[in-house]
Each structure stands twice: as C-alpha cells, then as structure tokens.
C-alpha cells in the first residue's frame, strides 16, 4: 500500500487521517503538541465551531457524521440582540430544520484521532514538530521534541536519523499544519509560489457564560449575536449548558475601551446589557487580566500541490477569518475533495496531486472572500433594513 505522511493533527490532519486509514494506506502523523486526549487543559484557538454541511459531507464520508451532530448542539437562526438588552430579532439560517451544529473543537479533534488510530495501519507521533520540507529529496524534516522518537515504525520510511531530526519520506505528503505552516514556509522560494497573508484590524478574546441551574442562561438553538457597528460578540452554546462568548473588536478599541477593569466593565455593560448580566462583573474582569486580545489573520496561496506528492490543506492553504464559520468547514472539504480525486485518478498520486490544486484552489480564494465579506456583515450590515428586507426573501 502507498503511504502518506501528514503535518499535522489538527481538525483537517486528523480527518486526513481517517480518509487514508479507510484506504488502507500506511498514514503516519506528525504533531507537535502532546497527544491532547491526554492533555488536562488544550491551548489554542476558539472552543466551539459551527460545522456546517460542507463539514458534515466531509465527517459523513469516514461515517462520523451522525456521532459528531449528535454531541453537538443545533443553531437554527441567528438572533440579533439589540443595545437596550430586551428586545431581538430572529433570521433563520434556512428552511424550517436547517441548521448548522455547534460542536467542541477539542472534543471533534480527539474523535477523530481515535477513530483514525483504530486502523493498525494509522501511527501518530505526538511531540514531533515538522520543521520543513526537503523538497527536492521529497522528504519532510522532522524534529522529535521528546525522547526517544518512535519513528522510524512502518510504511514512511526514516530516510535517516541524526539526533533527533528525522527526514521522513512518504509517496504523499499532506501539510496540514495550520495557519503558520511550517511545510508551506519552506516552499516560498519556489518560483510563482503566490502567498498572501492579511492580519485583519480586529482581535478576539473568548468568554464564558455558565448554566443557570444546570440549564442554558439563553436560548439555546441560536447563534447569538450582538452586532455594533465596528465591533460585535458572539455566542455559542455547548453541551454542558455553557455559551461559549467572543467579542471581535480593533485592537485600537480593545486599548482605548478595555485596558482598565473599570472601562471594561462599563464597555459590556453600555453595548451588551444582557450578556453582561450573565458574563458577570468578575468573569470579565478575570478574562481581560488574563488573555490578550487574539489576531486573526486570511491567508491565500496557489497553487496548494506541489512536486506531484505534496499538497497544502486547510488553514496551511487557506486561513481564513472566523465570520463566515467556514474554515474548518473547507478544510474538511479539502481532504473530502482530495479523496474523491485520487478515486477518479485510479489513485495515481501524481495527477490527483496536480488536479486537486486546479480544482480546489479556486474554491479556496473564493471562500476566503465570502469569509472577509461576512465579517462586513456580522459587525454592522445584519442590522441595517436593507438587509433585514433581503433576508426576508432569501430561501436559505
Ligand atoms: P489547525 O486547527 O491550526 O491545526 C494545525 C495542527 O498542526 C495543530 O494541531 C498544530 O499543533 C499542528 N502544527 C502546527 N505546526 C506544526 C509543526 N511545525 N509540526 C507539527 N505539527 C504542527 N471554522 C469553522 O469552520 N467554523 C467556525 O465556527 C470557526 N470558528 C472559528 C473561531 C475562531 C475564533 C477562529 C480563530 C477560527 C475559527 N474557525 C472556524 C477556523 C478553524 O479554527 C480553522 O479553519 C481550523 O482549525 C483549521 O484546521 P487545521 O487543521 O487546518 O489547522
């Protein structure tokens, strides 16, 4: 059987994983961070996502869909929460029973590993940091940050080993190893190698609202919404009766508006009344002493293979702002893609590889548009009457 080696098990490394598990192929992993199922508390990036249906075509293609909705929680609409803290208004995401889910980050990562890990033909290797790739040798450059390394076991053979830096070869290679790609940054020199990266003005810091008496302080079925002008927050539910809370704002309005506990405190309770009374005066004050506003950063590039046997995925090919709730959605798409790619290829690596970017990268840019564009949408336009009427008669 061929095999891959994959940067990366994020969302996008860890449902690769289970494509090519499925495939019977030899799949070996490489992350650098400790395996997070054993991980008391997980640093990174937002707790819940919404997974819409280009993820669920994705999930249902390794026959995790139905498990994965089923521990998640469904949003039918969004609801506006207008500035007096009383009053909303509802825009259903679709038909009656359309719906988005809102899942946990670290709870979907970790599914995914072990469903990958059931196939004695999958290996994973925690706490091993790709470096870069050799191209011209066709190999990734691996660290091993604990000792001793694993590798090498089967199917990507180690090249060689010199401390702990092993070369690892593969007959296909998938970097799926986020926004900041390390396998994406050592392919800059490659002539027209095109690579965009656009820091956006806003940041973002996560909040919590707990459960009233063990049930949700809001409506749960909604995405929450609080949409003010250049700044706006969010909300999601979870399972255990939780709301995930983000407020996007510029950086220049998080220092002149929420350097001080006293100015933050009057900032959520003159713009978000309602959420304000949940978040409560010492979660927030907690929150802003403790974390700095995050940056979020759209990332374009083409193409995304590379040499027939290596190809970008997810964020490494195409980060994107959060607005639109589509990154996850089209990473998963890309390894839904890629598959269907190397079927109609007779799994010739090779021409799936150079196919794949032809067709996906398109695809990408747009969505990183539409991506910018919702972010327009959510801080300001939901608001206006000229999008209220449009949406009255849009049939999605
Ligand atoms: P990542 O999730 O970043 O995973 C990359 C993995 O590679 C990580 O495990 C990392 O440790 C590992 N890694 C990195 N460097 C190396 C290296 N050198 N060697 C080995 N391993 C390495 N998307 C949605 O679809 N819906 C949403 O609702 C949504 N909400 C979001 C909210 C926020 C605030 C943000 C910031 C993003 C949101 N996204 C959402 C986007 C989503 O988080 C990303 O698109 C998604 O995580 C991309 O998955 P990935 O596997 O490509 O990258």
């Known amino acids: 059987m061929p095999s891959v080696a994959i940067a990366g098990a994020g969302l996008v490394g860890a449902l690769n994983a289970c494509f090519f598990a499925q495939k019977g192929w030899d799949v070996s992993v490489y992350e650098f961070r400790k395996d997070i199922r054993t991980m008391k508390h997980v640093q990174g990036r937002s707790i819940n996502l919404a997974l819409s249906q280009r993820g669920k075509s994705a999930l249902e293609a390794v026959g995790l869909r139905e498990y994965i909705v089923n521990q998640g929680v469904p949003l039918y609409a969004r609801l506006v929460h207008n500035k007096d803290g009383k009053t909303f208004s509802r825009q259903p995401y679709g038909k009656p029973g359309e ?3 809102s899942i946990n980050r670290r709870h979907l990562n970790e599914v995914m590993i072990t469903q990958a890990e059931k196939s004695p033909n999958v290996k994973f290797f925690f706490e091993h940091k790709v470096k870069s790739v050799d191209y011209e040798k066709k190999q990734l ?14 199917g990507t053979r180690a090249a060689s080993q010199d401390h702990a830096e092993i070369h690892v070869e593969a007959d296909l290679i998938l970097a799926c190893d986020g926004a900041y790609s390390a396998v994406r940054r050592s392919l800059m020199t490659i002539p027209r190698f095109d690579f965009s990266q656009d820091y956006i003005e806003h940041g973002y810091v996560e909040l919590n609202i707990m459960a009233n008496n063990n049930k949700f302080a809001f409506e749960e079925n909604v995405f929450h919404l609080w949409p003010r002008g250049h700044f706006t927050l969010i909300a999601l539910a979870n399972r255990d009766k939780t709301f995930t809370v983000t407020i996007f704002a510029p950086f220049s309005e998080f220092e002149k508006h929420m350097s001080t506990t006293e100015d933050v405190l009057s900032f959520f309770e003159e713009n978000f009344p ?4 949940l978040l409560g005066k010492e979660h927030i004050t907690e929150t802003f002493n403790r974390v700095k506003p995050q940056p979020l950063v759209s990332i374009k590039c083409s193409p995304h293979s590379f040499f027939d046997n290596l190809v970008l995925m997810g964020d490494a090919a195409h980060a994107m702002v ?21 079927e109609e290829h007779d799994n010739d690596i090779a021409s799936a590889v150079r196919a794949y970017s032809e067709k996906r990268v398109n695809d990408a840019h747009t969505i990183n548009d539409l991506a910018m564009y919702n972010y327009e949408e959510l801080k300001d336009l939901v608001n206006r009457n000229s999008y209220k009427l449009r949406k009255k008669f849009d049939t999605i």
């Open 99 to 101: 719906h988005i889910v």
């Open 141 to 154: 450059v691996v660290q091993c940050t604990s000792q001793p390394s694993r590798i090498p076991t089967f």
């Open 274 to 277: 309602d959420a304000f009374r």
């Open 322 to 342: 959060p607005f639109y709730g589509q990154g996850m959605n089209c990473g998963f798409e890309d390894c839904l893609v890629f598959s269907e790619t190397l």
